[in-house]
């Protein structure tokens, strides 16, 4: 690929793995977007009394050694010297 783009969604603990890889490839980090997955029921209960705190409504997928509730999308652009990629928020 000579110019575009790379969304992909990462576990934490291979956020840095990944801006590493990808910058020995020339793309460059532009932004991400977090995802935060919530259990339904505690949803509601959280909602219904109007907590600042969510966190008792965060899913706590178990792992080995850490529990997970959130994903991050990353995106990373490449563009060479001739190229066009136009961004726009």
């Not at 603990?13 to 890889?21: C, F, M, P, Q, T």
């Not at 009394?49 to 409504?57: H, K, S």
């Amino acid at each position: 690929m000579k110019d575009g783009m790379i969304f992909i969604w990462v576990e934490k603990e291979y956020i840095y793995d990944i801006v590493k890889h990808l910058e020995t490839q020339n793309f460059f980090y532009v932004e991400n977007v977090c995802y935060i997955a919530l259990n339904q029921e505690m949803e509601k209960e959280v909602r219904t009394f109007a907590t600042i705190d969510a966190t008792p409504a965060f899913v706590q997928d178990e792992f080995t050694y850490l529990k997970k509730s959130h994903r991050s999308l990353l995106m990373f652009r490449r563009t060479s010297s001739d190229g066009k990629l136009e961004l726009r928020h």
